[in-house]
C-alpha cells in the first residue's frame, strides 16, 4: 500500500496538498482497501485521514485498539460506534472523558451488557440513551431508564423494540406526549396499550397508532374516523390498513379529506376497486396518485392516459404496470415529457418480453 500511498502522491504533487489528503480519505473509506493500506493510514498526520480508518468496517482489530487510544476524541467516537470493533476497545472506551465517546459505546450493539448497566447510571443524558437505545440492554437496566427524569431518555426506552410490556405500559401514562407517542410506534406495544393511545388526548400519539403496522383492525377503523385529519392521514398511507378501512377513508367528503383520498390512492395495499373509485377524483392531485399506484387496474390506466392534466398523464406513461398498448398511444401524447416516459418504460417491457422469449423455457419471475 505505500506504493499506492506514493502513487496517489505524485499524481497531486502538482496540486495543493488538500488534493493529496481527500485522495487518502477516499482510500480510508473503501471497505475494499486492504487491511495492510489501512494500517499505514491509521498513522497519518491528518485527523481526518485517520476519521475514515476508525469508520471503516473492514479495518482490522489491531488499528481499532491503536485508534481507539488516539488524541483526537472524534477520531475515538468513531471507533466506539464501529461495528466491527471488540467488547475489550469498547469496555475501554466507556470510560473515556468525552461524552460523545462514550455515548457511542452506549449504543454500540457489541457492548456488553454489564457496561451498558454502569452506563445507565451515567451523568450525561446522551450516554443514557444511548444505552436506552440498544438493542441488548438488559430488561433489568430499561426498567430503571424507563424512570429517568429526562424525556429524550424515557422516549428511547419507549422505541428500543426490546422494551419489556409491562414497562411500555407503564410508559404509556408518561407525562410526556412525546414519549406517549414513542410507545405508540413501538411494533411491540400489548394491543391493549393501543387501544388506550388511539382514545389520547393529543393527536400525535393518536398518530403514531395509526401509523403502527402492528395496530389491529379494529382500532384502525376507529382511527379512521378521528377529528383529526393527520391521523386519518395516517391510517390511509399505512399499508396494515385493512381493505375495508380503506375503503371507508375513500368515501370520506372530498372537501375535508383530500390529503386523506391522496394517501389511500397511493397506499400499495388499496384494492383494485378502490383505485377505480378514486380515478374519477376531481382534484388532480388524487388522480395522479392513483395513475402512480401499481396495482391500479388497466382499464382506469386507459382511462387516466387520456387525462387533461399533463401530470396524471405522466404518472401512467412512468407505472410499471401500464400495458404496452396504453404506452402506445402515450409515445404520441403532445406533451414531451409524457412522450419521453413512455418510450423509455415502453422500452424496458419490450426489453424485459425480449429476455423471457430468448430463454429456452421462458423466464421464471418471482
Do not use: C
Not at 485517520?50 to 469508520?55: F, I, K, L
Amino acid at each position: 500500500m505505500e506504493e499506492v500511498v506514493d502513487i496517489i502522491e505524485r499524481w497531486a504533487e502538482a496540486s495543493r496538498r488538500e488534493d493529496v489528503v481527500s485522495a487518502k480519505i477516499d482510500i480510508t473509506y473503501d471497505p475494499s482497501t486492504p487491511p495492510e493500506a489501512l494500517a499505514q493510514l491509521a498513522n497519518d498526520v491528518n485527523e481526518r485521514v485517520r476519521y475514515g480508518v476508525a469508520d471503516n468496517p473492514s479495518t482490522p482489530p489491531e488499528v481499532l485498539a491503536q485508534l481507539a487510544k488516539d488524541k483526537s476524541e472524534h477520531v475515538r467516537w468513531r471507533i466506539a460506534r464501529n461495528t466491527s470493533t471488540h467488547t475489550e476497545i469498547l469496555t475501554q472506551l466507556a470510560e473515556d472523558s468525552s461524552r460523545s465517546v462514550r455515548e457511542y459505546v452506549a449504543a454500540n450493539p457489541n457492548t456488553l451488557s454489564e457496561v451498558l448497566e454502569e452506563l445507565a447510571s451515567d451523568e450525561d443524558k446522551d450516554v443514557r440513551r444511548g444505552v436506552a437505545q440498544n438493542p441488548h440492554t438488559p430488561p433489568n437496566t430499561l426498567v430503571g431508564l424507563a424512570l429517568d427524569e429526562k424525556e429524550i431518555v424515557r422516549e428511547a426506552v419507549a422505541l428500543n423494540p426490546h422494551t419489556p410490556p409491562k414497562i411500555l405500559m407503564h410508559l404509556a401514562n408518561d407525562k410526556s406526549y412525546w414519549v406517549r407517542s414513542s410507545v405508540a410506534r413501538n411494533p411491540h406495544t400489548p394491543r391493549d396499550v393501543l387501544s388506550t393511545l388511539a382514545n389520547d388526548n393529543n393527536e400525535y400519539v393518536r398518530h403514531s397508532v395509526a401509523a403502527n403496522e402492528s395496530t389491529p383492525p379494529d382500532i384502525f377503523a376507529r382511527l379512521a374516523l378521528d377529528e383529526d385529519e393527520g391521523v386519518r392521514r395516517g391510517v390511509a398511507a399505512n399499508e396494515a390498513t385493512p381493505p375495508d378501512v380503506l375503503a371507508q377513508l375513500a368515501h370520506l367528503t372530498s372537501e375535508e379529506n383530500l390529503s386523506v383520498h391522496w394517501y389511500v390512492a397511493l397506499n400499495p395495499s388499496t384494492p383494485p376497486d378502490i383505485l377505480t373509485r378514486l380515478a374519477k377524483h376531481k382534484d388532480w392531485l388524487v388522480r395522479d396518485a392513483v395513475a402512480w399506484n401499481e396495482n391500479t387496474p388497466p382499464d382506469r390506466l386507459a382511462e387516466l392516459a387520456q387525462d387533461k392534466d399533463k401530470s396524471v398523464r405522466l404518472e401512467v406513461a412512468r407505472n410499471r404496470s401500464t400495458p404496452p398498448n396504453i404506452l402506445t398511444v402515450l409515445v404520441s401524447d403532445k406533451d414531451d415529457e409524457v412522450r419521453e416516459e413512455a418510450t423509455r418504460n415502453n422500452n424496458r417491457a419490450s426489453d424485459f418480453v425480449a429476455l423471457a422469449n430468448a430463454q429456452p423455457n421462458g423466464m421464471e419471475i418471482g
